[in-house]
């Protein structure tokens, strides 16, 4: 599965973006797709994950502001995020993962950079 993301940008905090991911054939057999981050001199990070269906997973950090959420018709995965703070900025990854007979497959997209200012 590719992925391609997309919908980041310079934000000024308190404001909103919403990323979207694209993958490239069904993933209604993807059982966990979601958002990782990854700021400067940091460790990624998971943002958000939903599974096939539909339960949700947050990072503490972004609770309340962030909602995840998938279309399987449409092979899409997208991040709403409100309420921006400066320390949400990161690079953005969208992520899938699958079990298989082997174990578990992973997916990135290339990531998509998000910036909040001051």
């Known amino acids: 599965v590719q992925l391609q993301a997309c919908g980041g940008g310079l934000v000024q905090a308190g404001g909103s973006l919403r990323l979207s991911c694209a993958a490239s054939?069904?993933?209604?057999?993807?059982?966990?797709m979601g958002w990782y981050r990854q700021a400067p001199g940091k460790q990624r990070e998971m943002v958000a994950t939903?599974?096939?269906?539909?339960?949700?997973n947050y990072a503490d950090s972004v609770k309340g502001r962030f909602t995840v959420s998938r279309d399987n018709a449409e092979n899409t995965v997208a991040l709403q995020m409100t309420s921006l703070k400066p320390e949400d900025t990161a690079v953005y990854y969208c992520?899938?993962?699958?079990?298989?007979?082997?174990?578990?497959?992973?997916?990135w997209g290339q990531g998509t950079e998000v910036t909040v200012s001051s």
């Open positions: 992520n899938a993962g699958r079990i298989t007979p082997r174990g578990w497959d992973d997916y």
């Open positions: 054939r069904s993933i209604s057999s993807i059982n966990i």
């Open positions: 939903i599974t096939n269906g539909g339960s949700r």
